[in-house]
């Protein structure tokens, strides 16, 4: 049986988790305040390269690098904006770190901070979550009353301030650009790269943009060492992880697991997941989030790790796993999908603004009515046009779900809706 | 890099050798190929939105933007290989489906970019099948400019205007994604005085100019070449005429002068072109005269008046060439008392000059003095007074204190002899704007046939007044004798001043 | 302008001033400061609250606008005494969203958007809410209501006035 392996949620459980003292207690801070007196900058980043850490907010790139991309010797204010605007359908588990443990995410952040020389640290947590809001204010008070937040941390010369910056509802706003510039104050339109955060980010300065999950990972991987998180997971996905298990499951939840090639999805699905709740077969599954590929119940033998899911052409993306029965129709969940990435295209791009809502009224014609003859062609080739034609990845987060769904199930697709 | 901060990169097959620092939009353009485009302007930044600049980068795996591509030394770029130009019909698709591709009755047919590139770059069939989306149309932003939301491709070139040039912030986007739509601030009218640049940015029917709206097709139209004479400033501008009628002015590239810009009030200032007071048909003694008839009367009237004295008033919407001949039929009679008259107003650090007529620096290079502010009590046996169109005149006072006046003017005017003046539009000639800078302005309409430029009429009085005197046949001519003269203007040609004039030659204390 | 100028309540042109420390230029805070203004007026902004909201911050009143029209917690209209905010996304439509809106349409009277007749409360379907494992589920106002039942709804929806 897959167990739990339990290191970002070790404490998770215990309510008091979220007070500084209990937080210490369980040997948090340590860390933080052995790389402040104990380590250079550069030594934690390499620690962080050590553990092969990849970010955990959908794309998956290595932490260590994109610290590394922070230009040195630069007299811009270096800031960092941790991403905790977690709106990506089916994902849930940024907002367990900050409701159950939010001095984890913090210490992370001024690993972080203390690593690339960031002085103020933002932590952008989306509206909607106004529950982690207060706990996440309410440990920073805490720990800046603890002056492990704020002037001469500890005594030393390092000094980092940190703030809940609140989101206001726009999926988009996670968009690491648009986070930005939805931060400083406007519309949250994604930015065009290059620049790069890293290079030129908030008000034109150096400025990293992890997500909570990576910088509880930072936290484990000072505290317990980064050989530690590589020796977990597997090559590729190291360390452990926290998925999302939505949809038709029995057991629905958020779980922190290793990944393997020793097992499969499907076995995380049946066995963390507790199979479907109805009992009737899987129909479907969106690995990482609703952004990615399909993978239909035939594709669920591939290893649970991010090369294996690719192979099997689809991604762990966001880790989060949303699993469909056969009881609905995929004409309908497709639909749902598409609803979701229209609503909330900014609108700046012609391919995304005018495309998204072009493929959501197909998809509500083929589920009404079923397709005409030649529109699958059609939708195939209008989604061909908005992938890569746009700023950032909201146009291919609709397209790729929606061409997998047509090519995966097209006997869903083949006919016209009788009444 | 190749030399002098220069890259040597390949377009199309083309090699090309241009500034670093440059995108390659610009780069295109400087070896002939033309990268479609929307959202990019060379003054603006770039926002890379409209996605139709996609071009295809050699050794990168996605299309890139052509407007936020900077040039490298050996980069390959091809603009229109088949998965460029199939991407860039997929964006022409995307922008058309909502477009309510009401060209039939949008003014802006014939010069929009969204026909333009539709047929260089589109598909020409549509698979959208469903209702296109509803968005208000026909909204009065003020009294100049009149948006359609329909026809609008939210390239925010507007926006970026009125925040990053004329610095009033007046536009924004409302709501998100296929909602998205312009709205202007407060009332929804616009207050900028530079506010009609929009129209001339919006690369479709989005903004169209109330002034201009549904006067004609610009395929009707002449085109010609000028500078907007409502000020010092000389904004280069294309007048637009039709059937011998002026219908709009829209600012013309010169970096030296006005970029791509104008203000409003230099864009509007051409009601009087096409008054139909004007007067066609010079008269004497009150009644209609040839030409002929009003010159030898003029001719009298000031002979007649020598003994007591002449006062000469220029007007300082003249052009060089009229004032020289104005000048030789001053020294022909010995007139000492040669005054323009300017109008002064407003100004700002943008374009708007305070001098509100094109020319007064003309006017004192060919020895005319500003007038005063209190003038004398002297008496004149005559005047002879060069009307300025509007704004200012010659107190009533002076004009009473002369017997016998000559006057060209625009509308009749109570004189012995009255000469029709013509306007900038409908002669050749030159000016010096501010910055002692000398522009050519440039004929493209004629108001009426038998009108005769002031150049000619003044010509021809002078020679009645010194037979030895012959005056030169065109314009042109008429420069390059006033160059040969002047030392300020040594050395300048029509040529040489062209299409983006020329600096005079020395500093002059003209301003 | 200064705070003592403003059209907002002294306490939230301190709460403010406090936000506006935080950030090197004030714009930052016009989110975050948004939140605030939108509580203390009655939940949307009007025309002229989006003019005080610039007014305060020195930045045109179409930036504020522009804001308020981005993103989906603004609201441009009048809203009910509460906001009841009920996810429809993927993993809350697998387990019964749209049996819960169709309940709620039929029960109270409102659609997507529409406030209940006696005000009390404003109905809006929102794309997920990220309690995913949780579904389907609704905030009302900032209280998250989790793994719903028609039932469980009715309980919440009836204890509102």
Redesign the interface.
């Known amino acids: 049986m897959i167990q739990e392996t339990r290191a970002m949620l070790e404490f998770a459980d215990d309510p008091k988790q979220i007070e500084l003292a209990t937080y210490r207690k369980n040997g948090g801070y340590d860390a933080f305040e052995k790389a402040l007196k104990e380590m250079s900058p550069d030594d934690v980043t390499q620690e962080v390269l050590k553990s092969g850490l990849r970010g955990r907010g959908g794309a998956g790139f290595p932490t260590g690098r994109k610290w590394q991309f922070v230009p040195k010797g630069n007299d811009k ?1 270096k800031y960092i904006a941790v991403n905790a605007d ?7 588990k940024d ?1 367990v770190i900050m409701e159950q443990d939010p001095h984890q995410m913090l210490e992370g952040t001024l690993l972080a901070a203390y690593a690339v020389g960031a002085t103020t640290a ?1 932590i952008y947590i ?6 982690s809001i207060r706990i996440v204010e309410d440990a920073i008070d805490e720990a800046r009353a603890a002056n492990l937040i704020g002037k001469n941390i500890l005594g030393t010369d390092f000094s980092c ?1 940190i ?1 809940v ?7 988009i706003c996670g968009e690491e650009t648009a986070l930005l510039t ?7 339109y994604p930015r ?1 790269k290059p620049p790069f955060p890293a290079v030129e980010g908030l ?1 034109r300065c150096p400025t990293v943009v992890n997500n909570v999950e990576t910088m509880a990972c930072v936290t484990q991987i000072l505290r317990r060492g980064g050989d530690w998180f590589a020796g977990l997971g597997c090559e590729g996905s190291t360390g452990t992880r926290l998925f ?5 499951l029995k057991r ?3 779980y922190e697991l290793e990944c393997s090639t020793d097992f499969t999805l499907r076995d995380v699905i049946e066995q963390i997941g507790g199979g479907t709740l109805s009992g009737a077969p899987i129909q479907g599954v ?1 690995p990482g989030g ?1 952004s990615f590929p399909v993978l239909r119940a035939d594709e669920l033998d591939c290893g649970f790790d991010i090369e294996s899911v690719a192979k099997a052409g689809s991604s762990l993306g966001s880790g ?1 796993i ?1 699993v ?1 029965d056969d009881t ?1 129709n995929v004409r ?2 497709v639909l ?2 598409s ?2 990435y ?10 995304c ?6 493929v959501r ?1 197909m998809l509500k014609k083929f589920q009404t009515d079923g397709p005409d003859e030649g529109d699958i062609a ?1 939708l195939m080739d ?1 989604t ?3 992938d ?4 950032c990845a909201l146009a291919v987060a609709i397209v790729w779900p929606v061409q997998s769904f047509l090519k995966k199930y097209p006997e869903a697709f083949a006919e016209k809706v009788t009444a | 890099m190749s030399d002098n901060g220069h890259v040597t990169l390949t377009i199309d097959g083309k090699e090309a050798t241009v500034p670093a620092g440059i995108n390659v939009i610009e780069a295109a353009k400087q070896v002939g190929i033309e990268v479609p485009h929307y959202c990019y302007h060379p003054r603006l930044s770039v926002v890379g939105n409209c996605r139709v600049c996609l071009c295809e980068i050699e050794g990168v795996g996605q299309l890139q933007i052509g407007c936020n591509t900077l040039v490298r030394d050996g980069m390959v770029v091809n603009t229109t290989n088949e998965r460029v130009s199939r991407m860039r019909e997929g964006v022409m698709e995307f922008l058309l489906i909502n477009h309510p591709l009401d060209c039939t009755i949008c003014d802006q047919a014939g010069e929009c970019k969204l026909q333009d590139y539709a047929v260089d770059h589109g598909s020409g069939i549509t698979r959208f099948e469903f209702d296109k989306g509803k968005k208000p149309k026909n909204i009065s932003w003020g009294d100049r400019v009149v948006f359609d939301a329909e026809r609008c491709i939210l390239c925010t070139r507007c926006v970026r205007f009125l925040d990053e040039i004329a610095g009033t912030d007046e536009i924004s986007i409302d709501h998100r994604g296929e909602k998205s739509q312009l709205v202007v601030r407060g009332d929804g009218k616009l207050t900028s005085p530079y506010q009609m640049n929009i129209i001339d940015l919006c690369p479709v029917g989005a903004l169209t100019s109330r002034d201009f709206r549904f006067k004609s097709r610009v395929w009707f139209m002449k085109f010609t070449p000028t500078i907007d004479t409502s000020d010092a400033r000389g904004c280069n501008v294309v007048a637009g005429t039709r059937d011998n009628r002026m219908l709009r002015m829209v600012p013309r590239y010169n970096p030296n002068v006005n970029d791509y810009w104008m203000s409003d009030h230099g864009r509007l200032h051409y009601a009087f072109v096409n008054d139909e007071d004007r007067i066609v048909m010079p008269t004497a003694g009150g009644k209609p005269a040839p030409y002929p008839v009003a010159l030898s009367r003029a001719q009298a009237v000031l002979e007649g008046a020598r003994d007591e004295g002449i006062l000469c008033v220029a007007s300082s919407y003249m052009t060089n060439e009229e004032l020289f001949a104005l000048k030789g039929v001053c020294d022909a009679l010995g007139v000492e008392d040669r005054y323009f008259l300017l109008p002064m107003g407003e100004g700002d650090d943008l374009l708007i000059h305070p001098e509100k007529a094109p020319n007064a620096r003309g006017c004192r290079l060919a020895g005319f003095r500003d007038a005063p502010d209190d003038w004398s009590s002297q008496e004149f046996g005559a005047l002879l007074y060069v009307k300025p169109r509007e704004l200012i005149e010659l107190p009533a006072e002076v004009i009473e204190r002369c017997k016998k006046k000559v006057v060209f003017s625009l509308t009749k005017h109570a004189s012995d002899v009255n000469i029709p003046l013509t306007t900038w539009v409908e002669k050749d000639g030159t000016m010096v704007s501010a910055g002692d800078r000398v522009q050519c302005v440039r004929q493209g309409m004629v108001y009426e046939p038998t009108l005769l430029t002031e150049r000619v009429v003044l010509d021809r009085l002078h020679t009645l007044l010194d037979p030895a005197f012959k005056g030169a046949s065109t314009a042109v001519l008429a420069f390059q004798r006033m160059a040969d003269e002047h030392p300020a203007l040594d050395g300048l040609t029509w040529l040489s001043v062209g299409l983006l004039g020329a600096k005079l030659n020395k500093a002059e204390a003209l301003a | 302008m200064s705070g003592n100028e403003s059209k907002f309540s002294s306490e939230l042109v301190a709460k403010v001033n406090e936000l506006w420390k935080r950030y090197p230029h004030k714009k930052a805070a016009l989110i975050p400061a948004m939140h605030l203004i939108q509580a203390e007026r009655d939940g949307w902004f009007s025309d002229e609250t989006v003019a005080d909201t610039a007014a305060l911050f020195g930045l045109p009143d179409m930036h504020v606008r522009g804001v308020v029209g981005f993103y989906d917690m603004f609201h441009s209209e009048p809203v009910g005494r509460h906001v009841v905010r009920l996810c429809k996304t993927l993993s809350c439509k697998l387990r019964g969203a749209d049996g819960l809106i169709q309940h709620v349409n039929e029960r109270y009277g409102v659609k997507n958007g529409e406030t209940t007749q006696d005000g009390c409360f404003t109905f809006k379907h929102f794309e997920c809410l990220g309690h995913c494992a949780n579904a389907p589920m609704m905030l009302v106002d900032d209280e998250k209501h989790l793994d719903l039942t028609a039932d469980k709804l009715d309980s919440v929806l009836g204890g509102l006035s």
């Not at chain 1, 989306?126 to 529950?131: D, I, L, N, P, S």
């Not at chain 1, 229209?342 to 391919?351: D, I, R």
């Not at chain 1, 603004?353 to 072009?358: A, I, L, P, Q, Y």
């Open positions: 204010p977690e709106s990506e359908p089916g994902t849930c907002r933002y989306r509206g909607e979550f106004q529950k301030d703030w910056h609140p989101g206001a509802g726009a999926y939805s931060l400083e104050g406007n519309r949250g065009i008000w999302c298990l939505s949809g038709h629905p939840g958020v969106m609703s989060a949303m469909f609905v309908d969940v749902n999908i609803e979701f229209s609503h909330e295209s900014c609108g700046q791009c012609t391919p603004r005018e495309g998204s809502d072009w009224r059609t209008v061909d046009k908005m890569g034609t746009t700023i």
